[in-house]
């Protein structure tokens, strides 16, 4: 059923918008040049070494490229199969613990919060790094259950491999978090563990084979370089705002109650409710416990604040509310009062922000003049193109009166409520996943893209000036040795490229970008953009 549905919600218009800068293009050009070069030991952009992620979920991508194509599907495809997979662990990690039923409600909880299933219809790394992370806990979790001591071995040795794999998907930061999330499970259980020499031998062995093995493939074939330089590069953006992207210390928590919505209310009622009545309930909630302040620790001190850096927390969460849900409809709790209205709140506020954002895309006057404030923002990172139309004021119109009923029926402890509720918040993901995303990601990118597409093949060249995207490598099919992307000064003279040279311009930037280069012609712009061309033959 897990398979069957996941296919049905996941794969449906998979490529039909284009993929998003950064962090999609970055991965999805990485594997275009690995098919190009040959290379599948070097990470690249622009064919010069990348020194942000290890490869493995590179080389899906480029086994989906081989057998789909070149293109978005193809660079998305194998987190379908990630989303896929995590929910059927999700189901027999949970019948394992306590049950079939829980098993189904840990999957209802994590397949209708938004941010883990839009995340499984994209091509971005988090969705495999956090499985295989979450199941290197699992196993150190079995590995020191009394039960299951006949097979310790077997379970730490699978830990190994599990954390192995989320360093070569992207990097080092993986094993930080199960290291770090061990030492606190040490010092709360006071070191009453009982480990075995030989078990962390097998450990540290198999860690090294696996989650070492691109490095040491590396080093052997003469990239040393790249190593030292990946692992300086992981130092200065867990230092820095490296990305670009800074934010309120609290950035994630909020992320967590919008994004993850209705699981993130339900598990703020089971975190301080503790009673476990077996060794391995214990344990894994201790732990799913630990993980849960970890990430919103770490990525709360970390400067660089993006969305997806959370996204391991939504196992720790789901599971909670998972087992606030089981116990409730076990008749062995109660969901408090507090969390019926803070989920009625949560969804107001929910609706409330899609229906500011469908009335400023098709109302943008109305909101210029009554919130100018929210306006502005919207313009500054959205602009605004063709109108959206009232239809897409039906998600937000389906989802808060629509969680009212739901919300009725928890507070009189009637079981329909919990699978109301979880069936509009799953209406709500997909209806803002198939109406909103692909309008949004078009205003956002969508005329520079098409420009690059349009202008793509062997006898020109795109680029950008003024500002950072990968959108030009991947749309504009660029070959080895084109364009030297950083040496901008030189594009323009005799030792330039001897082809057109079409440039792509933030519009704020024009007036700046056109003063520096007197030599470009001003040929366009749309929704944003302005673009302009150099003729390097006519010139000279």
């Known amino acids: 059923m897990i398979i069957l549905l996941g296919m049905v919600f996941l794969l449906p218009f998979l490529g039909s918008v284009n993929l998003l800068d950064w962090d999609e293009l970055i991965f999805a050009e990485s594997a275009r040049e690995m098919m190009i070069s040959g290379d599948y030991l070097t990470v690249s952009i622009n064919f010069e070494p990348f020194f942000e992620k290890p490869p493995l979920f590179i080389w899906m991508q480029v086994a989906s490229m081989k057998l789909f194509g070149i293109n978005e599907f193809a660079a998305r495809f194998p987190n379908v199969i990630c989303g896929i997979l995590t929910l059927i662990v999700l189901f027999l990690i949970g019948k394992k613990l306590h049950g079939s039923r829980f098993g189904m409600l840990w999957v209802m909880s994590y397949a209708s919060a938004l941010l883990p299933f839009f995340y499984f219809r994209t091509g971005l790394i988090d969705p495999w790094f956090n499985l ?50 061990g030492l606190t499970y040490l010092f709360l259980r006071r070191g009453k563990v009982k480990i075995h020499w030989m078990d962390v031998l097998i450990y540290v062995a198999v860690l090294l084979v696996v989650g070492g093995s691109w490095f040491i493939a590396s080093i052997l074939n003469g990239n040393l370089q790249v190593i030292k330089d990946f692992i300086a590069y992981q130092a200065d953006l867990f230092a820095s705002d490296f990305a670009g992207h800074s934010g309120f210390p609290g950035f994630h928590l909020v992320i967590i109650l919008l994004g993850v919505f209705p699981a993130s209310v339900l598990a703020l009622g089971a975190i301080t409710r503790k009673q476990e009545d077996t060794s391995l309930r214990r344990d894994f909630r201790l732990w799913m416990t630990i993980i849960l302040v970890l990430v919103l620790v770490i990525f709360s001190i970390v400067e660089t604040k993006l969305v997806n850096y959370s996204s391991l927390a939504y196992f720790p969460v789901t599971f909670l509310a998972a087992r606030e849900m089981d116990m409730w409809l076990g008749r062995q709790r109660e969901i408090w009062k507090w969390q019926v209205w803070l989920l009625g709140a949560v969804s107001f506020l929910l609706s409330g922000m899609v229906i500011l954002t469908v009335t400023q895309f098709t109302f943008p006057v109305y909101m210029q003049e009554h919130f100018p404030a929210i306006a502005s923002f919207f313009n500054r990172h959205v602009p605004v193109g063709k109108s959206w139309g009232i239809l897409y004021y039906l998600p937000a119109i389906l989802l808060f009166p629509g969680i009212l009923p739901a919300l009725r ?14 069936i509009l918040a799953f209406i709500f993901i997909n209806s803002a996943i198939y109406m909103y995303a692909p309008r949004i990601e078009k205003q956002m990118q969508g005329a520079a893209i098409e420009f690059f597409k349009e202008h793509s093949g062997p006898d020109q060249v795109v680029a950008t000036l003024g500002y950072r995207s990968f959108a030009q490598y991947f749309y504009g099919e660029r070959m080895p040795g084109e364009l030297d992307q950083q040496a901008k000064s030189s594009w323009f003279t005799k030792s330039g490229p001897q082809k057109p040279i079409y440039v792509v311009i933030k519009a704020e930037n024009a007036g700046k970008v056109f003063a520096r280069f007197p030599e470009l012609q001003r040929i366009g712009e749309s929704h944003g953009y302005v673009f302009g061309l150099y003729e390097h033959e006519a010139k000279d």
């Open 132 to 181: 295989f992370i979450f199941l290197g806990i699992y196993f150190i979790v079995l590995y020191l259950d009394p039960e299951e001591q006949k097979i310790r071995r077997r379970n730490i040795a699978l830990s190994a491999l599990f954390t192995g794999l989320a360093i070569l998907t992207k990097g080092p930061v993986a094993f930080l978090l199960i290291a770090i999330g």
């Open 409 to 422: 029926f928890i507070y009189r402890r009637d079981a329909r409520g919990i699978f109301l509720l979880h």
